[in-house]
């Protein structure tokens, strides 16, 4: 049996190496990051089955992390922090984390916490973090588009709706869904803003914005990204 995969994401040297010793120990293959930016990359990259994610972080905050993961995997993330106050857990679920720990916490109960996300874990959960589409190449952990290679500055709501349709890549998304997604429940009859959204994300990303290869829009319905 292939041995389970769990990435540690903590900047306390000492802690995560009584952590890697004694997963490994029970049977994990075990990977480190020391901050966030390290830990999206081997989440994109080496693929964990959980991830064992601190708070406190010294570049970007873990709940960034969580977002940076959430926005292309549902790999189940279990934060394990210090922070006792009940907003911080109630942050990490809303973001996305399967589970909260706080530091000190006893090995054997971490071990079953982790078993039991992995257990949970629904298959075929994980999608590309990377999606190439023509000239564009979409970056899901990292929040970012590439045309050609070159960055394009998206605001946050361009990128919102980028985030939704890439994950939902051929796939009608309805209109409702993306007002809702990315506005509010308040403003599902806003169609006019998705109208000047989209307009603008294919001046940006689509060679000819008059006829556009991924943008597409469905009369009535709604919008599907197309990869080619």
Not at 165 to 173: D, T
Request: charge should be negative.
């Amino acid at each position: 049996m292939t041995a389970s995969r769990v990435l540690v994401v903590d900047d306390e040297p000492g802690l995560v190496r009584a952590l890697a010793i004694n997963l490994r120990s029970s049977g994990w293959d075990v990977a480190t990051a020391p901050d966030g930016a390290h830990a999206l990359d081997l989440a994109a990259t080496w693929h964990p089955d959980v991830v064992l994610l601190d708070l406190g972080l010294p570049d970007i905050t873990g709940l960034d992390v969580i977002a940076g993961i959430r926005g292309w995997s549902r790999v189940p993330i279990v934060v394990l922090s210090a922070r006792q106050h009940g907003e911080d857990k109630v942050d990490a679920l809303d973001a996305g984390a399967d589970d909260y720990v706080t530091k000190p916490f006893a090995m054997n109960e971490l071990l079953a916490r982790l078993r039991a996300a992995v257990r949970r874990a629904a298959p075929g959960d994980a999608t590309e973090a990377v999606v190439e589409a023509g000239d564009l190449t979409i970056d899901l952990a990292r929040r970012r588009v590439l045309r050609c290679g070159d960055e394009v500055r998206l605001s946050p709501t361009e990128w919102a709706l980028v985030d939704i349709l890439v994950r939902n890549r051929g796939k009608l998304v309805s209109r409702d869904q993306l007002l809702r997604e990315v506005w509010g429940p308040a403003y599902t009859n806003e169609t006019g803003y998705l109208r000047v959204y989209t307009a603008n994300l294919r001046r940006k990303l689509e060679v000819d914005p008059a006829h556009p290869q991924h943008f597409i829009t469905q009369p009535g319905m709604g919008y599907i990204f197309e990869t080619t």
